[in-house]
């Protein structure tokens, strides 16, 4: 049968915690749509308020949602008996994907700003939101050289595993912040007449994209910072010993190993020691993933 969590409640709960953020997330980006299709200009790529629209809308599409999916990639529980090296890929993917938005979102907002003699990263928004592309950069490209390629030795994996998924987390925090400024700081620029403090249409409309952005953000990172939801560690096949006994394949696989004789036992999802020996893997940093 599927893995899953340890239980059948907790299962439901994840189920229901993950469709509610999918909906809140793909609702995010429809609303930002409406927004510059409705509201504003549109989008295109020709140095006017078209060009620069292409910011919120690949922010939220890209650095938010895409990147949000990236960080539960792992909870999924139904992924669990998938190979370990396919997860990674499609972690590792969705965040290119995420980067790549993002950067395109970046190249929009200075190409309008120059064109439109605007003064460029003034604003404590451009501070955060650039940081955050810089960090998200350079996160990317240590999980490429770290957790995804196999040079790296399990002791340095598991060194940097804490730190990895922290700036995970942390990162996405402050995209979300970021965005929010952003969008804020738009509608303060933009509305005239009636101005953003006599909450046209508009700003509502735009405030409650706000509000989505942050019910997105606090699923996402609820689902991430409970340990039962994490994918538990693989079994680790036995290579045979010239004395009849067993030992493992390859350094990685005695690392782990030698570092919880507890995983020899069966890992029954359904076993709350089992469940407790997981943990303790997680937190020493022994899974090398993303």
Known sequence: PAARPPNMEDYWRFLALLVSALLVGFVSVIFALVWVFHYREGLSWDGGAGEFNWH??????????VQGI???????PWTWKCSKLLMKFIHAGLNTIAMILAIVSMVAVFDY??????????????WIGLSAVILYSLQLFLGFAIFLLPFAPVWLRAALMPIHIYSGLLIFATVIASALMGITEKLIFSLENPAYNASP??????????LLIVIFGALVLWMASRPHWRRPPEELPKAPRPN?????????????????????????????AARKRNLKLDEAGQRSTM
């Open 201 to 210: 249409p508009e700003a509502i409309f735009v405030n409650c994209l706000g």
């Open 56 to 65: 919120p809308v690949l922010v939220v599409t890209g650095f938010v949602f």
């Open 113 to 126: 700003h120059n064109a439109s003699k605007i003064p460029n990263m003034y604003s404590l928004h451009s």
């Open 70 to 76: 990236a960080i539960i990639v792992y909870r999924l």
């Open 244 to 272: 009849g006994g067993t030992s493992e394949g390859t350094e990685a696989e005695s690392t782990m190993t030698d570092c919880s004789n507890a995983d020899k036992a069966d890992m029954s999802f359904n076993s709350e």
